[in-house]
């Protein structure tokens, strides 16, 4: 008797061991940046029409093949590229950097917002540090120069916003906008986005905003006259030590009667001896002051 007493007082001890003891931690593996590197760029040729999957680093990308227009196919989402020229001289040539090739190595990625909806980033729920982004070479001619029709030059009022929109499991968690262009100013650069502030998610979405579109019905509905491009990479790298943001570009801000001598839909009247300009029902004065 004795002895089945001492059995089950040495097997309640080795329980009581097992349920308090540290359960051990694994280090947890270091998350691989989306350098674009492990791509090679024009690799959505090959691929069927419709929407393509893939992954750089730990992060898998969409690219939406539009065979509506064959033997001419039509990219959205996101293209790989390694086009080194700053300039474009429209849609044909949109996959190029404004300061000309990747932020490192020799690919980067573009986006061009994809209406089918394959507009976001996926990947193991993280807390993601953030990205660097530049504008687009095609975009930047539009509201700089102007000669990409109906875009026009960008006044000092107008805006171009990128929009990192975090989500966890589907759910939308907070936004970090980007600047594209504001004030007369537009990034011409690579330029660090911090993530950091979205938190743990498993999805960023992209969107943008430009001030230069038009409605069909009464401001329900908008068509965007700035191409609605931009360009990353290294997606998910941590900012770098000593890093300095780079100067911006500086847009030719335009006034109304700028583009009065450009848009045959303004008119120039004179209201008590001063010539104003009329342009879709709103007047400015000389300077592009809303009267």
């Known amino acids: 008797m004795m002895k089945k007493i001492y059995l089950f007082s040495v097997c309640m001890l080795m329980a009581s061991i097992q349920l308090t003891a540290t359960p051990r931690t694994l280090p947890q593996a270091e998350t691989q940046v989306a350098t674009f590197e492990d791509m090679f760029a024009g690799i959505q040729e090959i691929w069927g029409t419709g929407v393509n999957q893939w992954q750089s680093g730990d992060f898998t990308f969409t690219t939406y093949k539009d065979g509506a227009y064959a033997p001419a196919y039509y990219y959205y989402s996101f293209v790989v590229s390694d086009e080194t020229a700053n300039t474009s001289t429209g849609y044909m040539e949109p996959y190029r950097s404004t300061s000309g090739g990747a932020y490192e190595g020799n690919n980067f990625c573009v986006w061009y917002s994809d209406w089918n909806g394959n507009n976001s980033v996926t990947f193991a729920a993280q807390t993601v540090p953030g990205f660097f982004v530049n504008n687009n070479a095609y975009t930047v001619a539009a509201f700089v120069e102007g000669n990409q029709p109906p875009a026009r030059i960008f006044r000092q009022d107008d805006l171009l916003l990128l929009y990192a929109i975090g989500k966890k499991e589907g759910h939308v968690v907070d936004t970090v906008t ?87 839909k303004t008119e120039k009247v004179m209201l008590n001896g001063r010539l104003m300009i009329v342009r879709d029902g709103v007047m400015y004065d000389l300077q592009g002051i809303r009267q």
Do not use: H
């Open 178 to 264: 980007v600047e594209l262009a504001a004030n007369g100013l537009y990034i011409a650069d690579w330029t660090y986005v911090d993530l950091s502030v979205l938190g743990e998610i498993d999805e960023v979405e992209f969107a943008m905003f430009t001030t230069d579109r038009i409605s069909y019905d009464e401001g329900i509905t908008y068509y965007d006259n700035t191409p609605s491009y931009i360009c990353l990479d290294n997606f998910g790298a941590a900012m770098p030590e000593g890093y300095v943001a780079p100067e911006k570009g500086i847009i030719p801000v335009q006034t109304a009667l700028d583009e009065a001598a450009n848009d045959t």
